[in-house]
């Protein structure tokens, strides 16, 4: 259940509207938590490959040059295979979110396993020089009530991986809540361009992006609400998909109306404005 919402949220140098750009680097641990059997399937492996070796560096010189910061939900084995990852995205101060440790969808695997991946995840990250996540990411958007508590448990600032708003809330559970910073299907490159050997997918035309995507920020530039776009490097990487990112970021920092935000900065700038709402 989620807690009712009767806030108008204001954002910083009177922008309307704010924006936060969020790209999960699942690499190789996306297929891996799938299934073990990838570990012989060396093509899909170099595909997830691609996202750290070419996607994120594409990725990381285009908020460069837009002077955008990001939020990057790493899972602790794309940190292990990849070490120097976090050193690049810190560099350019970029915050790194927790993301399970081999991207196991909560729902499927046992309440150790969940509990696993939760401290797993952490060490990795840890290990490889990240501050210690302010923000969760659960795998595949799916949060169970295990998981629940343990962003909670583990001291999570903010959840990102629910979808009862389109504007940032408390997600709640069993009699207790965590802030929401949600995400939705619509707003993430995947089921538009996601497509595997196994199960298909889709390969929409690039523009469909631009298209889509600017319908949500003109519909919540008019409302002042706050939205989560989602990608992952390995999809959105791609050269031509790449191009529609960039026109797409290109307008809206043309419209000067926007303040792009990493998830924990819209934490810290939302909680203080929602609990004035629940007093």
């Known amino acids: 259940m989620t807690t009712p919402h009767a806030a108008t949220l204001k954002w910083p140098n009177a922008k309307s509207t704010a924006v936060?750009?969020?790209?999960?680097?699942?690499?190789?641990?996306?297929?891996?938590?799938?299934?073990?059997?990838?570990?012989?399937r060396l093509t899909s492996l170099s595909e997830g490959r691609f996202g750290v070796v070419r996607g994120v560096p594409r990725i990381v010189e285009m908020l460069r040059r837009h002077g955008i910061r990001a939020t990057f939900f790493v899972p602790g084995y794309t940190a292990e295979?990849?070490?120097?990852?976090?050193?690049?995205?810190?560099?350019?101060?970029?915050e790194i979110?927790?993301?399970?440790?081999?991207?196991?969808?909560?729902?499927?695997?046992?309440?150790?396993?969940?509990?696993?991946?939760m401290r797993l995840g952490l060490a990795a990250?840890?290990?490889?020089?990240?501050?210690?996540?302010?923000?969760?990411?659960?795998?595949?958007?799916?949060?169970?009530?295990?998981?629940?508590?343990?962003?909670?448990?583990?001291?999570f600032v903010y959840d990102s991986s629910c979808m009862g708003d389109d504007r940032p809330y408390h997600e709640c559970w069993n009699g207790r809540s965590i802030l929401e910073l949600p995400v939705h299907?619509?707003?993430?490159?995947?089921?538009?361009?996601?497509?595997?050997?196994?199960?298909?997918?889709?390969?929409?035309?690039?523009?469909?992006?631009?298209?889509?995507?600017?319908?949500?920020?003109?519909?919540?530039?008019?409302?002042?609400?706050h939205t989560t776009f989602t990608m992952h490097p390995e999809v959105i990487g791609r050269g031509a998909r790449?191009?529609?990112?960039?026109?797409?970021?290109?307008?809206?920092?043309?419209?000067?109306?926007?303040?792009?935000?990493?998830?924990?900065e819209v934490a810290r700038h939302v909680s203080p404005q929602l609990e004035r709402v629940a007093a």
């Open 20 to 40: 936060s750009l969020t790209f999960d680097v699942d690499a190789e641990a996306g297929y891996l938590g799938e299934s073990p059997a990838y570990a012989r």
């Open 81 to 94: 295979q990849h070490p120097h990852l976090v050193e690049l995205l810190l560099k350019d101060g970029h």
């Open 97 to 117: 979110g927790h993301h399970g440790h081999m991207h196991l969808r909560s729902d499927r695997v046992s309440a150790q396993a969940q509990a696993d991946e």
């Open 125 to 155: 990250l840890q290990k490889a020089g990240a501050p210690k996540p302010a923000g969760y990411r659960s795998s595949s958007w799916e949060l169970t009530p295990e998981t629940f508590d343990l962003v909670l448990d583990n001291g």
């Open 185 to 225: 299907w619509s707003l993430d490159d995947y089921p538009m361009f996601g497509w595997t050997i196994d199960n298909g997918g889709n390969f929409t035309a690039p523009r469909t992006l631009v298209d889509t995507w600017l319908a949500e920020y003109e519909s919540a530039r008019r409302d002042g609400r």
């Open 242 to 264: 790449f191009d529609q990112l960039e026109r797409f970021v290109e307008r809206l920092v043309a419209d000067g109306d926007v303040w792009f935000a990493r998830l924990d």
